[in-house]
């Protein structure tokens, strides 16, 4: 009998896994989301970190907010934020008095200090959800550590400039003229500037929404969820945009039932 020769298969190949991601350190992150957020947000997709980020702005909100309760007029400020309030036609002026008196006691000011730290850890447990879930909807391959990345990153990246912008505006500005109730807050980067004073609550949440550093964030996301996620660029802006649009119904819905703005 013959000996028949077979061709001898070639040896298999490594499947292709694609461009690696780059290795970042955290403070090369937080500089990339300025310099080269696609790079910075390639890299949390391997190595998903936010803690840091967190930190900082919970540190922005803090700095800030210590800086305008510190040249206002803080009783003031909070009786006009108590009269203006869901139930603040319904308290009498001793009732006003005690609450402002609370407020603007060591307890009370403590509590000012203490809200922004709770209120950064709902954000940012809150905002990686909703971004997890978006994305699991939208198709997208996306864990919650991830998710929370994108969130804290893009929301980090506007929270600094902002700040920026807001400290330098409370040291040039008035006492006298500054308003951390109005929409915005003390930096008016958005539309709700238009709008003269006395102007209809839900409207004014309306416009003040259409913000500069907001759309920044939004593009943030909408690039990070692209690059994390593994999603259509349609899909993340949809995800962003579409979170976003839920937010300022809220926010106008709750002024034109109980005329405040926030």
Do not use: C
């Given at each position: 009998?013959?000996?028949?020769?077979?061709?001898?298969?070639?040896?298999?190949?490594?499947?292709?896994?694609g461009?690696?991601?780059p290795v970042m350190?955290?403070?090369a992150?937080?500089?990339?989301?300025?310099?080269?957020?696609?790079?910075?947000?390639?890299?949390?997709r391997?190595r998903?970190?936010?803690?840091?980020?967190?930190?900082?702005?919970?540190?922005?909100s803090?700095v800030?907010?210590?800086l305008?309760?510190?040249?206002?007029?803080?009783?003031?400020?909070l009786?006009?934020?108590i009269t203006?309030?869901?139930?603040?036609?319904q308290?009498?002026?001793?009732?006003?008095?005690?609450a402002?008196?609370f407020?603007?006691?060591p307890?009370g000011?403590?509590?000012?200090?203490?809200?922004?730290i709770?209120?950064?850890?709902?954000?940012i447990a809150?905002?990686?959800?909703l971004?997890?879930?978006?994305?699991?909807?939208?198709?997208?391959?996306?864990?919650?550590?991830?998710?929370?990345?994108?969130?804290?990153?893009?929301?980090?990246a506007?929270?600094?400039?902002?700040?920026?912008?807001?400290?330098?505006?409370?040291?040039?500005?008035?006492?006298e003229?500054?308003n951390?109730?109005?929409p915005?807050?003390?930096?008016r980067?958005n539309l709700g500037?238009l709008?003269?004073?006395?102007?209809?609550?839900a409207?004014?949440?309306l416009?003040?929404s259409?913000?500069i550093?907001?759309?920044y964030?939004?593009?943030?996301?909408?690039?990070?969820?692209?690059?994390?996620g593994?999603?259509?660029?349609g899909?993340?802006w949809?995800?962003?945009?579409?979170?976003w649009?839920?937010?300022?119904?809220?926010k106008?819905?709750?002024?034109a039932?109980?005329?405040?703005?926030?």
């Open positions: 009998m013959s000996e028949t020769n077979f061709p001898i298969p070639p040896a298999p190949q490594p499947a292709y896994a461009t690696p991601a350190s955290t403070p992150t937080l500089t990339g989301i300025f310099l080269e957020p696609g790079r910075t947000f390639e890299a949390l391997e998903p970190r936010f803690v840091v980020a967190a930190i900082i702005i919970l540190v922005l803090l800030i907010t210590f305008i309760f510190n040249k206002i007029d803080y009783s003031a400020f009786r006009d934020q203006k309030g869901p139930r603040g036609d308290m009498t002026p001793e009732q006003v008095d005690a402002v008196g407020y603007n006691g307890i000011k403590v509590l000012i200090y203490v809200f922004p709770i209120g950064v850890a709902v954000y809150a905002g990686g959800a971004y997890l879930l978006g994305s699991m909807l939208m198709g997208g391959v996306i864990r919650y550590k991830q998710a929370i990345s994108v969130w804290t990153y893009s929301s980090f506007p929270a600094v400039l902002s700040t920026i912008v807001g400290i330098v505006v409370v040291l040039i500005t008035p006492a003229d500054i951390p109730g109005q915005g807050g003390v930096v980067a500037i709008l003269p004073h006395g102007s209809s609550p409207l004014a949440a416009l003040s259409f913000d550093f907001t759309f964030g939004l593009f943030l996301a909408a690039l990070g969820l692209r690059k994390v593994k999603m259509s660029s899909s993340a949809t995800v962003a945009v579409g979170l649009l839920i937010g300022v119904i809220l106008v819905g709750w002024a039932i109980f005329g405040k703005t926030s």
